[in-house]
């Protein structure tokens, strides 16, 4: 009984200093992977404007995971370079708190590597508003991978 009690013990003091230290991150990492989609115009030059839209899960380094749903619009030129493209994204984690991002990049659509940054959120990510992230983003068919490195903003 007594071991049983202090493993609950300590169980709950990591997680206290778990969330303790989410405060004093200044980097961490997350993993990010779904299902894409779009409805596409193709002009006359044969470049497209895309209506994107992806949903998937999440993971980080601090241990927190959710889900994610982004949309937005993307310009591509004929040869499937993107000319401009802006999605943003809600995100929920495990606690039922939010972030929001806006995202970035101007490679190609098949894979890339790109820039969001936290433009809202919620409970814990109140305190990372303004946080900046680089990404690498590849697909297979419609699924995408994306594995980010954030800096919390000063």
């Given at each position: 009984?007594?071991?049983?009690?202090?493993?609950?013990?300590?169980?709950?003091?990591?997680?206290?200093?778990?969330?303790?230290?989410?405060?004093?991150?200044?980097?961490?990492?997350?993993?990010?992977?779904?299902?894409?989609?779009?409805?596409?115009?193709?002009?006359?030059d044969s470049s497209k404007i895309?209506?994107?839209?992806?949903?998937?899960?999440?993971?980080?380094?601090?241990?927190?995971?959710?889900?994610?749903?982004?949309?937005?619009?993307?310009?591509?030129?004929?040869?499937?370079?993107?000319?401009?493209?802006?999605?943003?994204?809600?995100?929920?984690?495990?606690?039922?708190?939010?972030?929001?991002?806006?995202?970035?990049?101007?490679?190609?659509?098949?894979?890339?590597?790109?820039?969001?940054?936290?433009?809202?959120?919620?409970?814990?990510?109140?305190?990372?508003?303004?946080?900046?992230?680089?990404?690498?983003?590849?697909?297979?068919?419609?699924?995408?991978?994306?594995?980010?490195?954030?800096?919390?903003?000063?």
């Amino acid at each position: 009984m007594r071991c049983l009690l202090l493993s609950v013990l300590f169980v709950f003091s990591s997680s206290l200093i778990s969330i303790a230290n989410n405060e004093n991150i200044k980097e961490w990492t997350q993993k990010y992977s779904g299902f894409a989609s779009n409805e596409s115009f193709s002009l006359e030059d044969s470049s497209k404007i895309l209506h994107y839209k992806n949903k998937g899960t999440w993971e980080d380094t601090m241990g927190n995971f959710g889900t994610q749903t982004c949309f937005g619009l993307v310009l591509l030129e004929k040869n499937n370079n993107i000319i401009s493209m802006e999605i943003y994204c809600e995100a929920q984690d495990q606690d039922n708190d939010k972030f929001y991002t806006k995202v970035t990049r101007d490679s190609s659509l098949d894979a890339g590597v790109g820039e969001y940054v936290l433009i809202d959120g919620s409970g814990k990510w109140k305190s990372m508003i303004k946080s900046k992230c680089k990404y690498a983003v590849k697909y297979k068919e419609k699924a995408l991978f994306v594995t980010s490195k954030c800096g919390k903003a000063s």
